[in-house]
């Protein structure tokens, strides 16, 4: 039975999101590609009607990943973004976490393709954080974009120092709760002091 061009492109859909998920979860070099398709529900002889190679879907994948981290950031203070990013529960759901505290160091040795698709995430990122960073009449966007830089490489590295703990570790909260006391202390209105 012949395959319609749309049930190709959901096929090929649900197969980006299990390697999304997948890749989050293990790594680049810890999903083989007959696992992948195995997960996603199909066999492995099918993989190269959809994809000329395993690193195509790594970039698919990553672009789908660093997509859907970006909606989930939309709309947010840049408070509200430290206290979600930086949380137990992000660091804990390594597979439906953000593409870049799980995959960064993978794609740092990875073909120029994927350091290019992490590139452009990165990007869109701070795009939006740079929204949210930017206080009415500032015209400094030089500054705010080093803030934002900054500030997302806080985030991202304080869940991967924590990942890189045992999850029982005293010291993977700690480095979480340090880590995000610091990054809100600028962004939160500062309280007044009693007064004696």
């Known amino acids: 039975m012949k395959v319609t061009k749309a049930q190709a492109q959901a096929n090929r859909a649900r197969i980006v999101e299990t390697a999304s998920v997948l890749f989050r979860e293990r790594g680049y070099d810890g999903v083989g590609v007959a696992d992948l398709m195995a997960a996603a529900g ?57 593409t870049m ?15 290019t698709t992490f590139a452009d995430g990165i990007e869109n990122t701070l795009a939006v954080l740079e929204r949210e960073g930017t206080a009415p009449g500032d015209m400094d ?13 806080q985030a991202i590295g304080a869940i991967v120092l924590s990942r890189a703990c045992p999850d029982d570790s005293p010291l993977a909260d700690e480095i979480l709760e340090a880590c995000r006391t ?15």
């Open 42 to 98: 199909f066999t492995h002889g099918g993989f190269y009607k959809h994809f000329r190679s395993k690193a195509d879907l790594m970039a698919e994948a990553a672009a789908c990943g660093l997509s859907q981290t970006l909606a989930n950031s939309a709309g947010l203070d840049l408070a509200e973004f430290v206290n979600l990013y930086v949380s137990r529960e992000h660091r804990d759901a390594r597979s439906l976490g953000c």
């Open 182 to 196: 610091e990054m809100l202390a600028p962004l939160l209105p500062a309280t007044p002091r009693a007064t004696v």
């Open 141 to 153: 966007q030089h500054n705010v974009r080093a803030k934002m830089i900054n500030l997302l490489a």
């Open 101 to 115: 505290a799980a995959l960064c160091g993978d794609a740092a040795r990875q073909p120029e393709e994927i350091r």
